[in-house]
């Protein structure tokens, strides 16, 4: 089965600089979720989105930035990159419409901020 | 606010014996619960959850939950781990189709 996936699978950048990750989610999924799992830690939610608006913000620095594009893939971008920002970022994708309710998670993307 | 609690921080068996993980979350309303596995340097994989129904659910890998309302608790069972259920753990929790609230994880080691 299709899966969730994400790109690129690793990124290193140096500090202030920007980064781009992609999210494809499985087909016919309509929500997409961003979460930030930094070393040793849980999962965090950074936002959402249903049927390409967001729809939940989290803990999302002013410095990132997301949309939902019209076939349903999703982009974070992040710009002024600090060493803080070095984590893996998850997306994952659920049904709102008619379920499946549970969120399938990618592979995630390991940024490694330099 | 949803919030979840894991018991141990690191748990670690030798092979065959049994597990159970602790998972207690705070919510009043109608909740969904989830456990998650995420193995060394992969991601996160969907274990079992509970929407409604039975409290007892069986998940892959032989894995188990029991959902106990009374209790706010949602806690993981397997009556004989493997070396291969090495990973971290984590419950989960979210309310209809908002986001997921995870607890800190567990560490399992199970060692030969």
């Known amino acids: 089965a299709a899966g969730v996936i994400q790109s690129p699978r690793h990124l290193i950048k140096e500090k202030r600089e920007t980064a781009t990750l992609k999210c494809y989610p499985i087909?016919?999924?309509?929500?997409v979720y961003w979460y930030q799992q930094g070393p040793g830690q849980d999962p965090q939610f950074l936002i959402s989105f249903y049927e390409k608006m967001q729809s939940d913000k989290g803990s999302i620095p002013d410095r990132f930035s997301a949309q939902q594009f019209s076939d349903y893939h999703s982009e974070l971008n992040m710009s002024s990159l600090e060493l803080g920002d070095s984590a893996l970022y998850f997306c994952?994708?659920?049904?709102?419409?008619?379920?499946?309710?549970?969120?399938?998670f990618g592979p995630g993307t390991r940024l490694t901020v330099t | 606010a949803q919030s979840v609690s894991q018991h141990n921080h690191h748990v670690i068996l030798s092979e065959a014996a049994s597990l159970e993980l602790g998972c207690n979350y705070s919510?009043?309303?109608?909740?969904?619960l989830f456990w998650y596995v995420q193995y060394p340097g992969q991601h996160l994989q969907l274990l079992l959850k509970?929407?409604?129904?039975?409290?007892l659910v069986k998940g892959i890998k032989g894995f188990e939950a029991e959902f106990i309302k009374s209790k706010f608790s949602f806690n993981l069972r397997k009556p004989s781990v493997q070396w291969s259920d090495t990973a971290e753990y984590f419950c989960?929790?979210?309310?209809?189709?908002?986001?997921?609230?995870f607890g800190k994880g567990t560490m399992l080691l199970v060692s030969p």
């Open positions: 509970y929407f409604s129904g039975d409290p």
């Open positions: 919510y009043g309303g109608t909740v969904n």
């Open positions: 989960a929790v979210n309310s209809g189709y908002s986001t997921l609230t």
């Open positions: 994952a994708s659920s049904q709102k419409t008619g379920g499946p309710y549970e969120q399938y």
């Open positions: 087909p016919r999924h309509d929500t």
